[in-house]
């Protein structure tokens, strides 16, 4: 799991500086996914630990990040497209898209870490 979390990470960097970009560089906080995306990385690497108790403990925080990427993510979307629609102005579809990005590529991220938690427990009880 710990090359997944460095491949998840390395999306969420790279959508940050997307979302960046295609906002103008004048948005920072486009760059919230990569906030979320680096720390994925460098836990992922150390999560490739041989100790176990040390790849636990990396994985569970990596998946507390994640589970947080996600929430944020998907409330901000949420709370942006309700805000807009009930002013009656347009949606920024690129920041919209962004979120939804994040909020898709950690829910994923997530799921994965869980279904592995499970499986993980699963073999030490066989």
Known sequence: MAQVS??????????????????GSVHPTALIPMYFGLPLVVFGILAKSPIEGRRKLFMHIN???????????????????????????????KALSAQLAMAVITFIYVNLCVRSFINARRKMTE
Do not use: K
Not at 64 to 88: D, V
């Open 6 to 23: 460095i491949l998840f990470g390395t999306l969420l960097f790279v959508l940050g500086v997307l979302a960046y970009v295609m906002t």
């Open 63 to 93: 998946v507390t990040i994640g589970l947080l990427g996600f929430l944020g993510a998907a409330s901000s979307a949420i709370h942006e497209y309700g805000h807009a629609r009930s002013m009656g102005v347009e949606v920024d579809m």
